[in-house]
């Protein structure tokens, strides 16, 4: 019986064993539910950047040049300058009037017709040499730069040329056109920084009043003619191609020169000054700015095609006439403060005159005593609480007139009609 039941117990033992496999069926992971499921997780979402603007361009450049015309300091100018009660010559209440034109631009120009030899003995036409105050009484007026090369550069030889140059030096007035030793002349160049934007200048005269240069220093008046001393009308070419390349290498945004040129008395520039300003501005002057005839001529916008076939565009004043002077008579008495706009585009780099305008200026000569002579602003003294006697509002008027018949209305801003809005404000 025993050996039966241990013959039948592996045998259950097995079904048991087998009934227990059959109970757990199989697992099938593709069965499952899906939240029984480890998902990955779910990408980032990567942002769109955003684009950054584009930079703004930057602004244009823009500053002023005051140029002006020929200081003369004629003896009857000399002797109203002379203030006896501090003993001293005063030349400012001759020019006040022109003084916030002059003051308000970031620069300003003009030719010094005269020379100071240190004094006494001081003279006028036709050889002059004026007071050391002068050049202090400009300086202290606005102006930053003078001229000197003109037909009365040599007026006291070569000793009063190169004391005018100490005499403007210690004033702290720059100066082109004449110069004291070889090393200047061969570097007489001024660059100077014209509210932001770099001019060279550069000066010149026709001739000398028949003054033959120094033998020991012919290179002290930097001339425009060969034949200085006869004829007037052989440019040096050489000479100027030169001088206008050394210009270039400095590369300045604008290239000014100033030039002492014409025919005096007359109100209409001639073919030999349209010809000099067409050399000068084809190989790289962007500013001419002339004196000599005494009288307004006019000013334009010149473009000349060069030699590279493309087109060069400059400004040039012919003649602004006298700043100061007792030449007293009908358009030899009337001036102005030329305004000019330079802008540089500071994207292209270009710069160029962009605008002008002038104030109408009268050399007003009261007679005798003290105050004699005196610049009047002919639109301030016609619209003055208190109206000028007749005879000088005649005489203010056709200053105004002359004026606007030389240069154009449209550049008056004070003048009716003129594109300019009217201000009594001085002109920036």
């Known amino acids: 019986m025993l050996k039966r039941l241990f013959t039948l117990l592996p045998a259950v033992c097995l079904l048991i064993s087998l009934g227990g496999c059959a109970g757990a069926p199989p697992v099938h992971t593709a069965d499952m539910p899906l939240e029984s499921q480890t998902a990955p997780p779910a990408p980032v979402p990567t942002p769109t950047p955003t684009p950054a603007p584009d930079p703004e361009p930057p602004a244009p450049t823009v500053a002023t040049l005051a140029v002006c015309g020929d200081v003369m300091s004629h003896m009857p100018v000399t002797n109203d300058a002379w203030d006896a009660e ?50 202090y009484d400009l300086k202290s007026l606005g102006f930053d730069l003078l001229l000197t090369a003109n037909n009365h550069c040599m007026d006291t030889g070569f000793q009063g040329l190169s004391r005018t140059l100490d005499v403007l030096d210690e004033a702290g007035l720059a100066h082109v056109g004449t110069s004291r030793t070889l090393e200047e002349a061969q570097s007489d160049i001024t660059v100077a920084d014209v509210g932001g934007i770099s001019v060279a200048f550069l000066g010149y005269t026709y001739g000398t009043n028949g003054i033959p240069l120094s033998g020991d220093a012919p290179f002290c008046v930097n001339l425009f003619n060969t034949d200085y001393m006869t004829s007037l009308s052989t440019p040096d070419t050489d000479r100027l191609l030169r001088d206008m390349a050394a210009a270039r290498a400095l590369e300045t945004d604008l290239i000014a020169v100033m030039i002492h040129w014409g025919v005096e008395y007359r109100v209409e520039q001639n073919e030999y000054q349209e010809r000099l300003a067409d050399l000068l501005i084809e190989n790289g002057a962007d500013l001419v700015l002339g004196g000599h005839p005494h009288v307004l001529q006019p000013m334009e916008q010149r473009t000349v095609t060069g030699a590279d076939g493309r087109g060069h565009t400059g400004f040039v004043c012919y003649s602004l006439g006298n700043f100061i002077s007792s030449q007293n008579y009908a358009l030899t008495d009337t001036t102005v403060v030329l305004t000019l706009e330079l802008t540089r585009d500071n994207v292209t780099g270009e710069a160029a005159v962009t605008d002008w305008t002038y104030v109408p200026l009268l050399m007003l000569d009261r007679g005798g005593g003290s105050g004699r002579f005196g610049l009047i602003d002919a639109h301030a003294a016609l619209s003055g609480a208190q109206p000028p006697e007749p005879g000088l509002e005649a005489r203010l008027t056709r200053a105004i007139e002359d004026c606007h018949r030389i240069l154009g209305p449209e550049h008056d801003p004070r003048a009716e009609g003129s594109r300019q809005e009217p201000s009594d404000e001085p002109a920036a």
Do not use: K
Request: proline fraction near 10%; hydrophobic fraction near 35%.
């Open 86 to 135: 501090r003993g001293v010559y005063d030349y400012t209440p001759i020019m006040a009037e022109a003084e916030p034109y002059v003051s308000a631009a970031d620069y300003a120009v003009a030719n010094l017709e005269t020379t100071l030899a240190g004094g006494p003995g001081y003279s006028g036409y036709p050889r002059f040499h004026s007071p050391d105050a002068l050049a």
